[in-house]
């Protein structure tokens, strides 16, 4: 009915009441103004509330400094300022961002790429609170009933006590005996972690050799260091006695002796049997989670077996013998998620209804996000890098927040084109739920569902930092930089593949989901494995292949460093280029360290004075003694091919790789590896750089310089594009078929179709996830996948390179 119609007019006023907006929905936009964090260049951006907005660029650009430590940052600074004082004191102290002006911000919520933490009780079900629900779900309906939540826990043991307790009643001391009992679930052999360890004596030490001798052969376990003097001091044992003479007792004091306390030179301290401390200190974390020698060491000299008494389920007998129709926890977090959702949503009993439907709802947001083909009992330290992201995002997809800032990095990564569509799904929901989504990504297929695009560079570190484009997608491929230009890249298959000189052979492999696959991986040719995630790929090269000889395997790792690391430490260059440094000055090469005895001694090498202002977040000042250089005056004093130490740290790899490669300054090993880091692509950093100022695809080609240096024939790569822009990847193609040209196979795990084109066999995995995959579904040239198109690899290739 029209207001006419009821009688009623309405004024001209009132009429510009309406039409004028209510001042709380003038604040749309976020806006930033002189951003200068890492390279950033005074960069002012408005972003539009509500929307999605992706963030594209080379690596090294620059996105990741706009959108994680300026925007997120300082949201999250914000908030922990509301906090009292008192809770702010057991918070991370962030320092605000290096900006002039940030306006419009809203909670922000990170979903990163960091793995997820890889403690070895950690799983997919503890870390999504799956677990917890299925607990209570058995506790309740669980027959025979042994007992609350906790005795369905691999993480709780079993334990009881009685003894006498005193307290004051009335005035009098009364003492009255109590007992206690706690039922948990773990089993006792295995203290819940579902392997057993047995130990190569052999690795551990050489028998012949005395312990001053250096008879132990553990890393870190020098007899020059705290670990010989304890040893050597402890009484238990004669230190310059072969170890074959050691008597039964002795033997036993140096391998499994319970913590002790003892006096050495004076101190008093802890002794405790070797292999009760390797278990405590290299055992306790996952083996991914270790440094590469630890793992090494932790292979060679620690056999890893199921646990016989709970067949790796983690539970103890009790814990296992509860069931629901049939079904024990540990039946039921073995199952895939997708099987798992739909038993639960079979379950009819209103006692425990809401949980179920709890239940329910986050099993379907695995299924939902992809991961489906996941167990609940799967090792969270055994996720890639985009499962772990994508299993953070669970909790996020039920949420009845709205109005938040949701920031992903690089969400597509690890999926398969096929894959990609479900997650563009995913982030519009978020966006139309009424939230701010941040994106920074790289795949095109992303880059399309933008409402905004933010465009950084034009090129990386020094030379980036800048915003080259702001606007639609549209605007975006006819803005003419380097992202727009590789936009619509299409590759075409080549026109002759390599022929395999030989082949690797793999026969039966059942790591995880495959199902007895015999395959044949060509050598002396490019291959690339590929498929829908959870289809096998990852479980058939690092179960099958990684682990032989000759094999250099390169996985999604992510490099760790502090503030005092560097490309020139992590990489191995700093060494021969302190020894020349030493050579050419007749000094020691520990004063050309700023991490030694040439630090500054106001920063102590840090090249920052850190104040810390209590309740307030800190200062961080350029320390005025040395300039920032880290360095002590007089160090700086020697030169090399007439630049000091600090001037060689500050140059960039292409500028170093020069001035190392002849006259006075010419040192071949150091030419070596600044020559691998121009290969990658990373020509424009510096030496000295610190690793926590390089990007998540800088860190990736870092370690790949890195393992590029190391003697192999075969070469496994596990996705190097993750982190590369669309302009990056031909460079990373051409960098791997200097492999292949070299003499060297290199086996690829990868989902981006630029790759699978260009590669000379696809051996393609299938056809589903989970156990709707395990098989081989294709092997043969791209070209022959492409005519096929019988798998859902070969029908996204094709569209890819716009094959009819």
């Avoid at 908030?79 to 057991?90: D, K, L, P, R």
Wanted: with cysteine; proline share 4%; aromatic share 6%.
């Amino acid at each position: 009915m029209s207001i006419a119609s009821t009688g009623t007019s309405t004024s001209p006023s009132e009429k510009r009441e309406r039409e004028q907006a209510h001042p709380a929905d003038t604040h749309e936009l976020i806006r930033v103004q002189g951003a200068r964090e890492n390279n950033l260049k005074d960069v002012s951006v408005e972003l539009p509330k509500r929307r999605l907005t992706v963030f594209t660029g080379v690596s090294g650009s620059g996105k990741s400094s706009l959108v994680f430590a300026t925007i997120a940052a300082e949201s999250q600074r914000m908030i922990n300022e509301t906090y009292s004082a008192f809770v702010q004191g057991f918070m991370p102290t962030l320092a605000r961002p290096d900006v002039d002006v940030l306006e419009g911000l809203t909670t922000a919520i990170i979903v990163d790429q960091e793995r997820l933490g890889a403690n070895p009780r950690s799983t997919v079900g503890t870390v999504t609170d799956a677990n917890a629900m299925l607990r209570i779900v058995f506790s309740r309906l669980g027959r025979p009933h042994i007992g609350s939540p906790q005795a369905f826990s691999f993480n709780v043991a079993s334990m009881s006590g009685a003894g006498a307790v005193t307290m004051e009643r009335a005035g009098t001391t009364v003492k009255e005996r109590r007992e206690f009992s706690v039922t948990g679930g773990m089993c006792l052999r295995c203290e819940g972690l579902g392997s057993v360890t047995d130990f190569d004596l052999s690795a551990l030490y050489d028998e012949n050799l005395s312990l001053n001798q250096g008879a132990l052969t553990i890393p870190g376990y020098s007899m020059d260091g705290w670990y010989g003097r304890i040893f050597r001091g402890s009484g238990f044992f004669d230190p310059d006695r072969p170890i074959r003479d050691f008597t039964k007792k002795q033997l036993h004091d140096l391998l499994h002796k319970e913590p002790t306390k003892i006096k050495v030179d004076g101190i008093n301290i802890t002794y405790e049997g070797l292999i009760p401390k390797i278990q405590k200190s290299f055992l306790s974390k996952d083996k991914e989670a270790m440094q590469p020698h630890i793992r090494a060491f932790v292979e060679r000299a620690i056999t890893f077996s199921t646990c016989p008494e709970c067949s790796g389920t983690r539970l103890s007998e009790l814990a296992r013998s509860s069931k629901i129709k049939g079904l024990s926890i540990a039946d039921a977090c073995a199952m895939q998620i997708s099987d798992l959702a739909q038993w639960v949503r079979e379950l009819d009993e209103p006692t425990v209804a809401p949980l179920l439907k709890s239940l329910s709802e986050t099993l379907d947001s695995f299924v939902e996000i992809g991961l489906g083909y996941l167990s609940l009992d799967r090792s969270s330290g055994t996720l890639s890098g985009g499962e772990a992201q994508r299993t953070k995002m669970i909790r996020h997809l039920g949420s009845s927040l709205t109005d938040v800032t949701y920031v992903f990095d690089e969400p597509t990564i690890g999926l398969h084109p096929h894959d990609i569509q479900r997650m563009n799904e995913l982030l519009l929901q978020l966006r139309d739920k009424g939230n701010t989504v941040l994106v920074v990504e790289h795949k095109p297929e992303a880059i399309a569902i933008a409402d905004h695009v933010v465009d950084l560079g034009p090129g990386a570190g020094t030379a980036g930092g800048e915003v080259v484009f702001e606007g639609s997608v549209d605007g975006l491929r006819g803005s003419g930089t380097l992202t727009g230009r590789h936009l619509d890249d299409r590759v075409s298959v080549k026109d002759a593949v390599r022929r395999p000189s030989g082949a690797l052979e793999v026969r039966g492999a059942s790591t995880h989901n495959l199902q007895n696959v015999d395959v044949d991986i060509p050598l002396g040719v490019l291959t690339v494995i590929t498929g829908v995630a959870g289809s096998g790929k990852s479980s058939l090269i690092h179960g099958s292949v990684s682990r032989r000889d000759g094999v250099v395997s390169i996985d999604q790792g992510a490099i760790k460093g502090s503030r005092r690391s560097n490309p020139a430490t992590y990489t191995g260059l700093l060494e021969p280029i302190r020894k020349a440094f030493a050579k050419a000055n007749g000094v020691k090469p520990a004063l050309f360290s700023a991490n030694s005895e040439g630090a500054c001694p106001a920063c102590k090498g840090a090249g920052v004075i850190y104040t810390d202002l209590g309740m307030m977040a800190g200062v961080e000042t350029t320390c005025e003694e040395c300039g920032g250089n880290r360095f002590q005056a007089e160090v700086l004093e020697y030169k090399l091919g007439g630049r000091d130490i600090s001037e060689v740290l500050a140059m960039p790899v292409t500028e170093a790789a020069s001035f190392f490669s002849e006259g006075e300054a010419r040192i071949p090993a150091a030419h070596a590896i600044l020559q691998r880091l121009v290969d990658v692509g990373l020509g424009y950093l510096t030496i000295g750089q610190p690793l926590t100022t390089l990007s998540g695809g800088e860190r990736q080609r870092l370690k790949l310089a890195v393992h590029m240096g190391e003697k192999g024939s075969v070469y496994v790569l596990d996705e190097p594009t993750t982190g590369l822009h669309l302009a990056d990847v031909e460079n990373l193609l051409g960098l791997l078929d200097r492999l292949v040209d070299s003499g060297r196979s290199v086996v690829v795990i990868e989902h981006h179709q630029a790759v699978m084109a260009h590669a000379d066999w696809i051996i393609d995995l299938g056809p589903g996830a989970g156990h709707d995959g395990g098989r081989v579904v294709f092997e043969g040239t791209p070209a022959a996948l492409i005519a096929d198109r019988s798998t859902l690899t070969g029908k996204h290739l094709a569209e890819y390179v716009k094959v009819a």
